[in-house]
């Protein structure tokens, strides 16, 4: 889900863009003269609300960022996010012509989907609380720099780093130039212990309560974590006194665990017969589902445009276009376009965003009896999580936002996003079903700036 997704890159050097379009452009003039005095606090705040269809994921996020004014453009940040997650998320097993059964990922307990439905992990849930500082600061009239931390805390996940950035004023300030480096280490204890990846899910059917408990630990290992290091190279060009340009390049290297550990895989039967294309069973009498195995590492590279102009009438149109690649196969382009209409004491914001990715080296949406090779695949890794898999989305929307004072803004913000995968129908019994359901999803988001 795009919550979770693109959560650091380029998030820096856009509000710093957003910033100087405001004082550059003359858009909320009273704003950026109001805000910014030494002494002061300027706070954000703001609350998300997300909701999937089909009883899937619901998410409430809500987040406060306050920043201190000090003399000479020194500014501290302080930045509070905590959300909670709640419903159902697909484990990446097929549909089935029979009523499916599934150990939780705990261990402890079952759940079961009917036939025909999309198998879903109704025990999702999940609460973070993440905080962030950073402070900034002049080095002299052509530099600044900054520095930052970041921590967050969930159920079975720890997550921290530390960034830096500088920038470089050039042209009198029509050229800046901006490079930024963040250092990230995250602890990763899953509910029940990491699974072991491609190895055979447990289940209770046909087994003793002592069997079970033998089969399920020697599916499991310790925690684990990853490490993570990103870096953003970026220029913005004022390129006359209505448009302001963007570039960015950016760098994400990650390693460790990468695996989602509540992710698995159906095995097929490809045998010609009445099961042809139905779930594998094994010689225990139950179906055979893995647990999905990623690759330990992950280099991705992105390149990030954006163009503001402001029209005669105050209006301001605003385009980008992100490319992005990494070497899990996975190549993908976001077009994000607004237009900002100006009115008395309020503005207006219509919002589209269209994203296309192809799919990953190691995607697939199930594997067959021959890849299961008797128990000893003949893949090293394999996922089918379906934010891995060929898809595109679009996303509508509009903001509307209305000035109460010079320092006080109230806004409200409404997306639905359409989101569709694709990929091999499958075979026999699979091809009855639909293995690539659409994700639909709908956000509303109320902030006050004050």
Request: with cysteine.
């Amino acid at each position: 889900m795009q919550l979770i997704n693109d959560k650091k890159n380029g998030k820096p050097v856009g509000r710093a863009l957003a910033t100087a379009t405001c004082a550059l452009l003359g858009v909320q003039a009273t704003t950026a003269m109001a805000k910014d005095q030494p002494g002061e606090w300027d706070v954000e705040t703001a609350l998300l609300v997300y909701s999937e269809t089909d009883d899937r994921v619901q998410a409430a996020e809500p987040v406060i960022s306050a920043t201190r004014n000090f003399d000479g453009d020194k500014k501290l940040n302080l930045k509070l996010v905590a959300d909670t997650l709640t419903g159902a998320s697909p484990s990446g097993a097929t549909p089935s012509d029979l009523v499916q059964t599934f150990t939780r990922p705990s261990g402890i307990g079952n759940y079961t989907v009917e036939a025909g439905e999309a198998p879903l992990d109704d025990s999702f849930k999940d609460t973070r609380v993440a905080v962030s500082g950073s402070w900034t600061a002049p080095l002299n009239r052509d530099y600044t720099y900054s520095v930052g931390a970041y921590g967050s805390r969930e159920y079975d996940y720890i997550s921290t780093a530390v960034n830096g950035s500088l920038t470089r004023y050039l042209n009198n300030k029509n050229t800046t130039l901006t490079g930024g480096l963040s250092l990230g280490m995250d602890l990763i204890d899953p509910v029940g212990g990491a699974p072991i990846g491609l190895s055979r899910m447990a289940l209770r059917a046909n087994n003793t309560e002592a069997q079970f408990d033998q089969e399920f630990a020697a599916t499991r290992e310790s925690d684990d974590t990853k490490t993570l290091v990103d870096a953003l190279f970026g220029v913005t060009q004022v390129i006359n006194r209505r448009t302001l340009m963007q570039f960015n390049y950016g760098v994400s290297y990650s390693s460790g665990y990468l695996t989602d550990p509540y992710k698995i895989l159906s095995v097929i039967d490809e045998a010609a017969g009445a099961n042809y294309g139905g779930n594998l069973i094994g010689a225990d009498g139950n179906p055979i589902y893995l647990y999905e195995e990623r690759p330990d590492t992950r280099m991705k590279h992105s390149l990030y445009w954006q163009t503001k102009y402001m029209l005669e009438n105050g209006d301001v149109m605003d385009g980008s276009y992100r490319f992005m690649v990494d070497d899990w196969g996975i190549t993908s382009h976001t077009i994000d376009l607004k237009y900002r209409w100006r009115l008395s004491n309020s503005y207006l914001e219509p919002h589209f965003r269209y994203y296309m990715q192809s799919e990953a080296d190691f995607y697939k949406r199930y594997l067959t009896e021959s890849e299961y090779n008797g128990g000893v695949p003949t893949v090293s890794e394999a996922s089918a999580d379906y934010r891995l898999g060929e898809l595109t989305g679009m996303t509508f929307g509009a903001k509307w936002g209305y000035r109460l004072d010079e320092d006080r803004e109230l806004a409200i913000r409404a997306e639905y996003m359409i989101q569709s995968n694709d990929g091999d129908e499958g075979f026999g019994k699979l091809t009855n079903h639909d293995l690539y359901p659409d994700t639909n999803a709908m956000w509303l988001q109320l902030s006050y700036n004050f």
